[in-house]
Structure formats: structure tokens, C-alpha cells
């Protein structure tokens, strides 16, 4: 029975790996391809050096702004978390039904429904699916593996209250995965990438105003007379 119990645990960790692997590899973000070219050959200066605009435009087109939207899913694990403890100091046997049934519901698909709000892939809302799923599974298997071999000793020696020890570590195995499922899904799943900033329009540098002034001379003969003139041009 023990080592069937490690078998299955083992086959459910490798599923939960290869989901959360795929999920994660889906919202990485690839660097520019042309991240490359920017050096220069021996004697010349780089495009970034000689104020290419056309090289700071490719840069800046290429550059995509990661935002974590995992708020949400905090908020719904922690109260799914909450409601058991709620439910079973309880003493109304329907509400702790009502209230453990929520908590379940609320756990498993809280996570990939906010995933699914915020337009993530169907990769990363089947990951977390996954993990939510299977590292409970996981941690049942576990706690099987382990009390087992106390519950076979116990009831060797005819204890009492044998079967005790599978109970209780299933439990801790179930508490355990939940919470590491939901820290790998807040802090590994739930970020989004946003488009790129819409570059700016090019502007030509703007000149000061200016003004040019130069003095005229002239001679003007009018009835036998030589009249002098004089005057100023202006330009702007």
C-alpha cells in the first residue's frame, strides 16, 4: 500500500509540474531579438551612441510592461481558507456543510476564474487548475504513505484508536498542498503582459525666434539735387 501510495504521489507531482511548467513558459516574455545588433564594430559608435532615433524607436517599441494581477486570488484563497475554521466552531450542522462547500468551491475555482478575467491563456487558467487540484491530491498521498506504517504498528500491538495516524497526516498533507498551490499560483501565474507604449511622434527641434536687421543706404537725385537716403531692412 506504501509504495502504490508514493507511485501515484509521484505520477500527480510530474502532471502538476508539466502544467505549471507549460503555464509558466506561456507568460514569459521573450527579449528582442535585436538585442544583438547594438554592438558596434571596433572604431564605430554604437546607434545609441550617435543618438539614433530610429534605433531608440525600435527599443522602445520592443518594450512590453509585465503587471501582477494576483490581488484577487489572495483575497479569495485567504476567505476559502478562513470559512472551514468559520464552519466547524459552528454548532448549526447545515451551516458548516454550506460553509465547507463554499470554501472548497471558492478554492478550486476562484483562482482560474480571476486568471480567465484577466485574458490569460488557456494554459496558465488549466496550470492553475492543476495545481489546485493536485497538490491536495498530493499531500493525501503523502499522508497515506506516512501513517500507514503507524497504523500498521498500532494495530500489531492492538492499540487503541488505530487509523488515527493516516487521518491526521492526510490532513496535514491536504493543508500543506493548498497552501503551496496557491503561493505557486499568486506568485508564478498571475502576471499579464501588456502592448507596447505607442511610441512618440518625432519632433523637429524648435528654433527661438529671431530677428535680423541691416541698414540701407542711397543717393537720390531729385530736381538737380542730390538727396542722401537711408533706411532699415528687417527680417524674422
Keep these: 500500500m506504501t509504495g502504490k501510495a508514493c507511485f501515484l504521489a509521484a505520477g500527480a507531482l510530474f502532471l502538476v509540474g508539466a502544467f505549471a511548467t507549460e503555464a509558466r513558459a506561456d507568460e514569459r516574455v521573450e527579449a528582442p531579438v535585436d538585442g544583438q545588433a547594438s ?93 489546485r487540484l493536485g497538490l491536495p491530491l498530493v499531500g493525501i498521498l503523502f499522508g497515506v504513505a506516512a501513517g500507514g506504517p503507524a497504523d500498521a504498528s498500532c494495530e500489531a500491538h492492538g492499540g487503541d484508536f488505530c487509523g488515527l495516524a493516516t487521518v491526521a497526516y492526510s490532513v496535514i498533507g491536504i493543508a500543506v498542498g493548498m497552501v503551496a498551490a496557491s503561493v505557486i499560483d499568486i506568485a508564478a501565474l498571475a502576471w499579464k503582459t501588456d502592448g507596447p507604449p505607442a511610441p512618440a511622434a518625432a519632433s523637429s527641434p524648435s528654433r527661438p525666434p529671431s530677428l535680423r536687421l541691416a541698414p540701407i543706404f542711397g543717393v537720390n537725385r531729385e530736381d538737380r539735387r542730390v538727396v542722401p537716403t537711408f533706411g532699415v531692412v528687417g527680417a524674422f
Design 39 to 131: 554592438q558596434a564594430p571596433p572604431g564605430e559608435s554604437s546607434p545609441e551612441a550617435r543618438g539614433d532615433p530610429s534605433r531608440g524607436a525600435a527599443t522602445a517599441a520592443t518594450t512590453e510592461h509585465r503587471t501582477w494581477y494576483g490581488g484577487g486570488i489572495v483575497a479569495i484563497d485567504v476567505l476559502a481558507l478562513t470559512l472551514p475554521f468559520v464552519g466547524l466552531s459552528s454548532s448549526s450542522g447545515g451551516l458548516e456543510t454550506g460553509l465547507l462547500g463554499a470554501s472548497a468551491m471558492g478554492y478550486v475555482f476562484g483562482g482560474p476564474i480571476v486568471h480567465a478575467a484577466n485574458g490569460a491563456s488557456g494554459s496558465v487558467v488549466g496550470g492553475s487548475f492543476a495545481l
